[in-house]
């Protein structure tokens, strides 16, 4: 089967072999993704400077590459040369979710703003009916197309798809969800995992001696320590020289008057120095500090605990189906979702997080809801929230 | 790979066995299938007569069933003896889940009542994180438990109990959200599939010639159209009579001040009869009816052209892995899947009709966001909501 698999190769540009062709492997290779993780850094960093529409994008085109490099592997390994209409299917499907996904996303930041164009008003008002139909569509097309003797390989495609989509769109919906909330939220943690590839490759490339799990020999206990507590050190850095930007701390509105993405906010308190006192063997003293810096080192310790867990997923499954890389986009580390591994659990994570622990309803938003009811129902609601205040003696009116 | 896999087999009671005994097959089936058809019919009003909370239940145990049978046939296409520790991966997953979807059900009717006892507010608060850190527990627990050699089987179950979960519990978690909106949302699609399934097979089997579909030799054009006319009437004169009651109509909302799950309300315009200007042939003609009619009649369509194919893929499946029925529960008819195959496609389909153009933000949900506030949010969005209404002329306090 190995064969017909796409295999990562570890092409590299002619220039560089030339220029390494004296080294020897291990360090040519670690010369090589040592270059292209400088490349990818530095394309990351661009991409912030452009801003939040421009992270989304992205966002965006990662998603689409992870997913074709999912699909193209349960092409092979179910050879489906005759498989009719399959990779349209599986495109089609890729296209309905995010137009739902994305249109979630939308219809809650701009909603207001489609909602002025008539024309468009029916995407926003209708938008789960519009997209439920588009799956329907999807999914009668997909019973359509069953042919005899295919159905196994129809029937695990349909599934290999569904769970590619589950992985990638949802996740990277997730993702944007995060952005919005600050570009904080999402740089923070994307970095960390970096950081704890990096730093676990680097320590166990120097001090690597005892294996950490079969599924990836060549992980060690001591990249995974040495690379957790650079990821909390760094984490804690980042996040302090970050904190100090509005640029990074606020969340991005659309503002209906200006007709365009804002950046702009009275910072909230998790990013304005806070007191603490810490009471230590007895003495108490008072540290001043940016309370993010313990959300920080949350996420950080996720990063670097539960992170690699994705890494040896992915291990397992390109084990399973006996591939060396997903791909072979970036010299010396493989296909884009090797780098990206890690990042889709950590994006849920995330905002698993935010919306646990950081975002509480506001009573804007409430109130914008209540608008939103008929004249007679804000009454009714008024009514009754007047009867409950004053039956807790929180007001009282007379 | 035949012989492993569950077999549905023609099992029936030995009493039916010998009264029967004298039949063609052909009938014998017939006079089984639609003892038990009735069997399960009365079964359901049963249990509508139950009230909310046992159709609830019900939902429950048929999605469980239901999540068992699918696993089951992978457990035998991927012949799982020695893989360690999967029934109970599976099991766990599907408890996860649940205690996620069930759980944001929960959070959004019961919880201001939940909250009130301390030692459970946390479980409301932090549901979500929860809910995640309990999966992160069987992510990490599946690619621990991967043993090498078994790789690409441990892999392919995993997907498989997540399509397993995606069709399963995210419907039944739709299927509880329609139940909420009011009785008549759950029992009026869910009879329509019954009566599309049964007058299928009648029309099938007493006038059907031309075959409809390669993948289900048995369904007819003359099934599928005359199932079609059929369930359109049956599901206006089914909604006819429902919407005389308000134990039907009416949304279930929990009372604080009863502790318990209430059915009352002053039926919304949807379930009292309006009045319609028909303009036919030139002539203009006033009917009375109830607007719910209308949305009986996209219902029945919906169930009668998009609803089978729910079956077809079913009977796919069920032909792609080799098995006959998903399993032998009811006499007839196979397992509890093989009856509500076309019920998940259905659920979704009310869940998005009524969130797009039914349910409207309700005041006392919004009352209970509300509550759910700091006291002096509540204050705040008090005095804010009373200033708007008296700038409005909706209320007058001085």
């Keep these: 089967m190995a064969k017909n698999l796409p295999q990562g190769t570890n092409k590299m540009p002619e220039v560089l072999g030339q220029a390494l062709s004296g080294l020897p492997d291990r360090w040519k290779n670690w010369v090589i993704r ?4 400088m490349i990818m850094i530095s394309g990351f960093c661009l991409i912030i400077y452009g801003g939040p529409l421009a992270l989304m994008v992205t966002a965006l085109a990662v998603q689409v590459k992870c997913f074709q ?3 193209s592997i349960g092409y092979s390994v179910y050879r489906i040369h005759g498989l009719p209409w399959f990779r349209s299917l599986s495109w089609y499907f890729l296209l309905t979710s995010n137009y739902f996904f994305y249109g979630e996303n939308l219809v809650d930041y701009f909603g207001v703003a489609v909602s002025r164009v008539d024309s468009l008003r029916f995407l926003v008002k209708y938008h789960r ?5 588009l799956y329907c569509i999807g999914f009668v ?6 042919v005899k003797k295919y159905y196994m390989k129809q029937f695990s495609l349909f599934a290999w798809t569904h769970v590619a989509l589950l992985i990638v769109v949802t996740q990277s919906y997730l993702i944007i969800q995060n ?3 600050g570009l904080i939220w999402f740089i923070v943690p994307v970095s960390m995992i970096v950081c704890n590839d990096v730093m676990a490759y680097m320590f166990g490339f120097f001090f690597g001696r005892t294996p950490l799990i079969q599924l990836s020999p060549k992980k060690t206990w001591e990249g995974f320590i040495g690379g957790g507590f650079a990821t909390v050190i760094f984490g804690l850095l980042a996040s302090y020289f970050l904190c100090q930007f509005q640029f990074f701390v606020c969340p991005i509105e659309y503002s209906e008057t200006e007709g365009r993405m804002m950046i702009e906010c009275e910072p909230s308190y998790l990013f304005r120095p806070q007191e603490y006192n810490i009471a230590l063997f007895g003495a108490s003293k008072t540290i001043t500090m940016y309370p993010f810096l313990l959300h920080s080192l949350s996420m950080s310790i996720f990063s670097s605990v539960i992170g690699p867990f994705g890494g040896f997923f992915a291990s397992g499954f390109k084990r399973a189906f006996k591939i060396k890389d997903f791909g072979d986009m970036i010299p010396g580390h493989g296909g884009i979702m090797d780098r990206f591994d890690c990042q889709f659990l950590m994006a849920t994570f995330v905002n698993v997080y935010i919306s646990s622990f950081i975002r509480y309803a506001s009573p804007q938003k409430l109130l914008n809801m209540v608008y939103n009811l008929k004249p007679e129902e804000q009454l009714q609601l008024f009514n009754q929230l ?3 205040l004053e039956e807790r003696n929180i007001i009282n009116l007379n």
């Excluded at 040592?34 to 993780?37: A, E, K, N, P, R």
């Excluded at 009916?129 to 139909?133: H, K, N």
């Design 141 to 146: 097309w997909f019973v359509l197309s069953l």
């Design 129 to 133: 009916f519009l997209s439920f139909c």
């Design 69 to 71: 490099e999912i699909i």
């Design 34 to 37: 040592g270059i292209f993780t």
């Design 386 to 388: 007047k009867d409950s």
């Design 179 to 181: 952005i919005f909330e």
